[in-house]
C-alpha cells in the first residue's frame, strides 16, 4: 500500500510543475515543509520560470526524459506521483498529439506508478462531462461510457479515465476532474488563461470586460453558469485526496455552486473598485456547438473521505487573486519585495 502521509521526508514527483495548478501544488507542498520534489516539464518561458522562482525543489527534467528514467530505475523511488502535465488547450485540433500527449503518456505513468506502489494522482477535467446531460455525477463511474465530451481535449482526458474504470485501476490511483480553476500562476496560459485573468487585463487596456453572448434562448447573455475554484482550494483538495487513504477513483474539484459570468464580472469590478462595464460579443462559430452553458461540481464524494477545509467565496477568491497576484503582478511564493524580472 503506497504512504498517504505527505511529510518532508517524501519523495514527490510533479509533472507539469511549471505549469498553472502544477506550480500552484509545488507552492502549497512547500507550505507544507516538502521540498523533496522533482518537477517534469518543458524548458519553461519566461513567465513559467517566474512560476518557479520562489518554490523549492530538487530538480527539473523534460518529460520526455521521465519515463525512461523511471523504467531504468536512475530516479528512485517516489512516494507520491502528482500527474498534471498535459496539453490543456480546449481549441487543440491535433487528435494525435492530444492521443500521445494526454492519453498514452498517462497510461504509460500509471502503469509505472502502480507496479512501483506510488501513490497515483492524475488531472483529468470536468470537460469530459460534455454539455452535461449525462450528469456531472464522480460517483458511478459504470456511467463513464455514456459521457460525450464536446473537444479533443476533454475527449482524450476521458480516453485515460474509461481506461482506468475498465482495467480496475480506478480502485487504486486518484483522477481529479478540475472545474474552472483560476488563480495566480496561469500568466503563462495565453488564450487558455481564466476570464479573470484575461478581464483584468481588459479592464486595464479598455475599462470594459467583454463575455461572450449566449446563442441558447434559456441562458441570457453573461448568464451562462460556471462552478469556478481558487487555485489555492483546488490544491488544498489535491493533496487532501492524495493522503486519505479511503480516496480512490474519480472525484470532481470544485466549488458545489455555479455562478454567472456576469456575478464573475461584477466581482472583478468590486474589488478594484470600479463601476461595472460589460460587453456582450459575438462568439467563434467554431466554439458555439463546444461550449459548456452550465457546469457544477458534484462534491459530495470529496467531502465524504473528510475534507472540511471551506471553500474560498468567489468575491473573496477574486479580491484575493487581483489584490495580491495580479495587481502587484506576483506569483505563489513571491513576496513584493522578492527580485522582480
Known amino acids: 500500500m503506497p504512504k498517504t502521509a505527505l511529510t518532508p521526508a517524501s519523495r514527490i514527483l510533479v509533472t507539469g510543475g511549471a505549469g498553472f495548478i502544477g506550480s ?43 519515463l525512461p528514467a523511471l523504467t531504468s530505475d536512475s530516479l528512485g523511488r ?17 487528435a494525435a498529439y492530444l492521443r500521445k500527449n494526454n ?20 488531472a483529468s477535467s470536468a470537460a ?18 455514456h459521457l460525450h465530451p464536446l473537444n479533443l481535449y476533454g475527449a482524450s482526458k476521458h480516453q485515460f479515465d474509461v481506461l482506468a474504470y475498465r482495467n480496475g485501476w480506478l480502485d487504486r490511483i486518484v483522477g481529479l476532474k478540475y472545474f474552472n480553476v483560476f488563480g495566480p500562476n496561469e500568466s503563462h496560459k495565453g488564450d487558455m488563461r481564466s476570464v479573470v485573468h484575461k478581464s483584468y487585463a481588459q ?14 434562448p434559456d441562458y441570457p447573455d453573461g448568464e451562462q453558469r460556471r462552478d469556478f475554484l481558487y487555485v489555492k482550494d483546488a490544491t488544498a483538495m489535491t493533496l487532501h485526496l492524495a493522503e486519505s487513504s479511503s480516496a480512490a477513483g474519480l472525484y470532481n474539484i470544485g466549488s458545489g455552486t455555479a455562478h454567472t459570468w456576469n456575478e464573475l464580472a461584477h466581482a472583478i469590478f468590486s474589488a478594484l473598485q470600479k463601476s461595472p462595464r460589460i460587453e456582450y460579443i459575438d462568439m ?9 452553458y452550465f457546469t457544477r461540481a458534484s462534491i459530495q464524494k470529496l467531502l465524504a473521505t473528510g475534507y472540511k477545509n471551506p471553500i474560498t467565496p468567489l468575491n473573496d477568491s477574486i479580491r484575493d487573486y487581483l489584490l495580491h497576484y495580479l495587481v502587484p503582478a506576483l506569483s505563489l511564493g513571491e513576496s513584493p519585495t522578492s527580485p522582480q524580472s
Open 78 to 94: 517516489f512516494d507520491f506521483i502528482f500527474h498534471l502535465g498535459a496539453c490543456s488547450s480546449t481549441t487543440e485540433t491535433d
Open 203 to 216: 479592464i486595464q487596456e479598455t475599462g470594459v470586460i467583454r463575455l461572450f453572448k449566449s446563442y441558447r
Open 24 to 66: 500552484a501544488l509545488v507552492w502549497a507542498l512547500n507550505t507544507r515543509g516538502c521540498h523533496n520534489i522533482t518537477i517534469a516539464d518543458f524548458p519553461p518561458n519566461p513567465q513559467k520560470q517566474r512560476n518557479l522562482r520562489p518554490l523549492k525543489y530538487q530538480s527539473l527534467l523534460d518529460p520526455a526524459a521521465l
Open 284 to 292: 467563434p462559430p467554431a466554439l458555439r456547438d463546444k461550449y459548456q
Open 128 to 145: 469530459t462531462y460534455g454539455d452535461g446531460s449525462a450528469g456531472m455525477d464522480d460517483l458511478d463511474p459504470t456511467k463513464l461510457p
Open 103 to 122: 492519453f498514452e503518456y498517462t497510461r504509460d505513468l500509471a502503469t509505472y506508478a502502480l507496479s512501483a506502489g506510488s501513490r497515483f494522482v492524475y
